[in-house]
């Protein structure tokens, strides 16, 4: 069998080599002298990659642009100094009154529900509420401040975010002498809580880039306790391998499903763990599961376009899927970035006349771009370009970066929240599959990237009918299959809105479904006691977002359970299962195959 010149990986069929692909793909870049002195110095200045990231976005310009608008608004600014110090003067009095029993209204409001406040100390000592109701009041007054100003609307949301980002990291609970709960655990372990948190500081500030842990992925093995649903890699070329996945039960419907995920993450937050993962269930409903593994992108791959991953994945896929199993129809799930892809192969296809593609499932994709959400602070022109100047010189985008991008969208849960519990009080970081799979991250081949956030966050040009990709300009309203379209309430990354209007993009029927969590949760959402999901019985397209929601049905489960009955009406007969592989593209080894790991 022949080998790949780049991996050394053996490869079938139609693989390593199609369509001019670069040819130095596959394997982790080693380590170099640039990695070594990026390290050293992070020891020098903890976060201080976040922070680029920020200062190359031009949060810091738009900050002070802002400022500089506040403070010429004179009038506005000193009422808004004027009720701060007023502010200030009343919280010992409030303070002091509070400890003797007695309740006067807060010169703030104070949040209940603010876990970073949640010892009880913050309410019941003088002292810190006090410092409590300080550390509130001068949130406030930055924020009165930054909404004096008068710039443009892009300017003042990075000033916001930037601002946001400043107070979070001032907050009173990251420091060790205003942490009351990290007093007492120094104090009720005699101080070895505090021992062991300077040693993870340290730990982290020489081996993680200076960035507490999320999570501790020392008990997590991909292909034993994540991505283990048994299954066969039965393709492989330069840019992805495809896994099909072992029957669970005695019979199959016609129709294979095939699972289309990002490549900005490992493709296993789709085969998460047992009992949580999507794949294993659609297994157990009688369904024949392939789903694509991408490469994670060395830098030789930095010349990889979209039109590689389009035509080399899920296209690839789709052939390899209909060669194996002699389907004439083939269902397709995407996710996030693979779900954009998807919908995009599904018009390519059939706009060239291929009538392969059967049902979509897209979760938490977005494909009009009018409303990135908070990304958009970080998809301007300007920034992009910045950027696109920066990855083309390293040829990939670090995936470290990327989740740093994400981690400042939600600092005090993904940054502030382990700066206490790892460094101040000493405690192990969780473990957690989702964040293991998480820290699992992937790079970005710089083409892609570049044209990606060119065509779809600064110019939309996916919904306007303008993008044209692997020679064809991709129109989404020739998609005719029936469309399930998923988001989540709390996905920051992909607004709900957003996603909705996927409704209206396509011109087969579709159905729209709001689910509980986040942009990972709303997805690794097995039945369970807590899921719940909105619907409506029929076609709603034609109704706003907001209307919809207010209008739709509660229903307790997970959308798992909704999604198994829609798909199940048209995938076809049950048949028995089709063998794993056959002569053209045998099994090439157990899942969840080698590009996991590169």
């Known amino acids: 069998m022949r080998k790949c010149l780049a991996c050394e990986l053996p490869v079938s069929g139609r693989g390593c080599g199609v369509g001019g692909l670069p040819r130095k793909m596959g394997g982790m870049v080693d380590e170099s002298s640039r990695d070594v002195a990026e390290r050293a110095a992070g020891v020098l200045a903890p976060e201080s990659d976040l922070f680029e990231d920020l200062d190359s976005a031009g949060f810091g310009e738009a900050l002070n642009t802002t400022l500089q608008s506040s403070l010429a608004n004179q009038d506005n600014t000193a009422r808004a100094t004027l009720q701060w110090a007023t502010d200030l003067a009343r919280i010992p009095m409030v ?19 603010d876990k970073r406040f949640a010892d009880p100390a913050w309410s019941t000592n003088p002292v810190f509420y006090g410092m409590r109701l300080a ?23 990075k000033a916001e975010l930037a601002l946001s980002l400043a107070l979070d990291a001032m907050a009173p609970t990251n420091f060790l002498a205003m942490n009351p709960a990290a007093l007492k655990r120094a104090f009720d372990t005699a101080g070895a809580s505090l021992v062991k948190g300077a040693m993870t500081f340290l730990d982290d500030l020489a081996n993680n880039k200076g960035r507490p842990r999320q999570v501790d992925a020392s008990g997590f093995e991909v292909g034993r306790n994540l991505a283990a649903t048994p299954g066969k890699v039965v393709f492989r070329n330069e840019l992805m391998e495809l896994i ?21 993450n490992k493709y296993y937050v789709m085969d998460l763990a047992p009992g949580r993962s999507f794949v294993e269930w659609a297994v157990q409903h009688g369904r024949t599961v392939f789903v694509i593994s991408y490469l994670n992108p060395a830098e030789g791959m930095g010349a990889t376009t979209m039109d590689d991953y389009l035509l080399h994945g899920p296209t690839t896929a789709l052939d390899i899927v209909c060669d194996i199993t002699g389907a004439e129809t083939v269902d397709f799930v995407g996710l996030c970035l ?12 059939t706009q060239g006349g291929d009538t392969r593609i059967g049902t979509l499932t897209l979760l938490n994709t977005i494909l009009d771009y009018t409303e990135p959400g908070a990304l958009g602070n970080f998809t301007d022109e300007k920034t992009v370009e910045k950027l696109i100047r920066k990855i083309s010189r390293s040829g990939t985008l670090e995936g470290s970066s990327m989740a ?78 029936p469309t399930y379209v998923v988001s989540a309430i709390n996905d920051h990354i992909v607004l709900w809105e957003s996603a909705y209007k996927t409704t ?7 159905r729209f479904v709001l689910s509980s969590g986040g942009h990972i949760a709303g997805i690794v959402n097995p039945p369970n006691p807590k899921a719940w999901y909105l619907t409506h019985d029929e076609e709603t397209a034609s109704v706003p977002p907001e209307a919809w929601r207010e209008s739709a049905q ?5 959308w798992w359970e909704d999604w198994t009955r829609w798909s199940a009406g048209t995938a076809g007969d049950m048949i028995d299962p089709p063998p794993m592989g056959n002569a053209e593209h045998p099994v090439l080894g157990d899942a969840p195959g080698l590009y996991v790991h590169s």
């Open 95 to 113: 303070a002091a009154t509070r400890w003797f029993g007695r309740e006067i209204d807060s010169p703030v409001p104070v949040d209940p529900k």
């Open 135 to 157: 550390y509130l009041s001068t949130c406030r007054y930055a924020h009165d401040i930054i909404a004096a100003a008068t710039v443009e609307e892009a300017v003042a949301r």
């Open 244 to 264: 099909q996945y072992a029957p669970q039960t005695e019979q199959v419907h016609a129709r294979p499903l095939l699972f289309s995920p990002p490549w900005i």
């Open 338 to 349: 693979g779900g954009a892809l998807t919908a995009i192969t599904a018009a390519y296809l």
């Open 404 to 481: 740093g991008t994400f981690d400042i969208l939600r600092a005090n849960d993904l940054i502030f929240n382990y700066v206490v519990s790892n460094w101040l009080m000493g405690q192990d970081p969780p473990a957690f599959d989702i964040l293991a799979w998480n820290a699992d991250s992937t790079r970005m081949p710089a083409a892609m990237h570049a044209f990606y956030l060119r065509n779809f966050y600064v110019r939309n040009r996916l919904a306007t009918g303008t993008l044209e990709i692997a020679g064809r300009i991709i129109d989404l309203s020739a998609i005719k299959s």
């Open 504 to 510: 209206s993009l396509v011109s087969g029927p579709t």
């Open 554 to 558: 509660r229903n307790a489960g997970s």
